[in-house]
């Protein structure tokens, strides 16, 4: 009589199980790369808050040694379990090793605990905003309005803020979409425009156009923040 209900039992948490994974760990989308391998931060760096104009004006010896300790850093305070990264709140910026012009991102992210605050830097520069909307601390600077938007821009202009207001409850997971040609973004969060193809300002140099080419980085702080499925396709220039 037990072994007959046990085996009903074992079937179904292994459905449950198989589905987890396969949301987990879902395929690479057509025509896109992973730039995380599920496994450990190959293909990442890190790296703070840095003018990339700056960063690229540094002499190759200091930059070296500046990149040594800002990786050491990193493995203080990013870590990768069972196909999630994992940040703790603290350290530098996880950073792609590579440089990128035009291109789609995708990315999917959780807040573990509210009033946590995190961000996509694109190109180097700050930055996609992602924050818990339901922190009265941050009432101030238009959190309510939810993530997703270029909360960096100048003020008063147009993608500061999102359309709409798309988070998920803390504790689930959210979906990211980006696609950024030249100086414009555009950004979905969980299917929902929230920034219309935008111009994204340059953070550093309010008076110069945005960088052609720079990493991506994913920024935190205040709170322990996870990612996954982090897929990018590079754009030619041309309307696709």
């Given amino acids: 009589m037990q072994v007959r209900y046990l085996q009903p039992m074992l ?32 293909g990442w760096q890190g790296r703070g808050h840095e003018d990339p104009k700056k960063w690229a004006a540094l002499d190759e010896e200091t930059r070296r040694k500046k990149q040594a300790t800002d990786n050491a850093n990193l493995h203080d305070h990013w870590r990768v379990e069972d196909g ?20 789609e991102l995708l990315l999917d992210w959780r807040m573990v605990h509210p009033g946590s605050d995190s961000g996509i830097y694109l190109r180097g520069c700050p930055q996609i905003q992602i924050w818990d ?17 270029m909360w960096n821009n100048n003020p008063e202009s147009e993608g500061r803020f999102p359309l709409v207001r798309a988070d998920n409850p803390i504790g689930e997971w959210n979906r990211l979409k980006i696609r950024m040609q ?15 193809n935008a ?24 709170g322990e923040m996870q990612f996954r499925n982090i897929y990018l ?8």
């Fill in 11 to 42: 079937l179904l948490l292994l459905a449950m199980s198989a589905g987890w994974h396969a949301h987990g760990d879902e395929p690479v989308p057509q025509g896109f790369s992973a730039l995380f391998n599920g496994r450990d931060l190959s």
């Fill in 84 to 103: 999630i990264i994992i940040n703790d709140g603290q350290g530098v910026f996880l950073t792609t090793e590579k440089d990128y012009g035009d291109f």
């Fill in 133 to 149: 909307p339901n922190n009265p601390k941050e009432k101030k600077n238009g959190a309510e309005y939810g993530s997703g938007a």
């Fill in 182 to 196: 030249k100086d414009r973004v555009t950004v979905y969060l969980n299917g929902k425009l929230v920034v219309d």
């Fill in 199 to 222: 111009v994204m300002h340059n953070y550093f140099d309010r008076e110069s156009p945005m960088f052609p080419r720079g990493p991506i980085q994913v920024q935190t702080h205040g």
């Fill in 233 to 240: 396709r590079e754009l030619n220039g041309k309307n696709q």
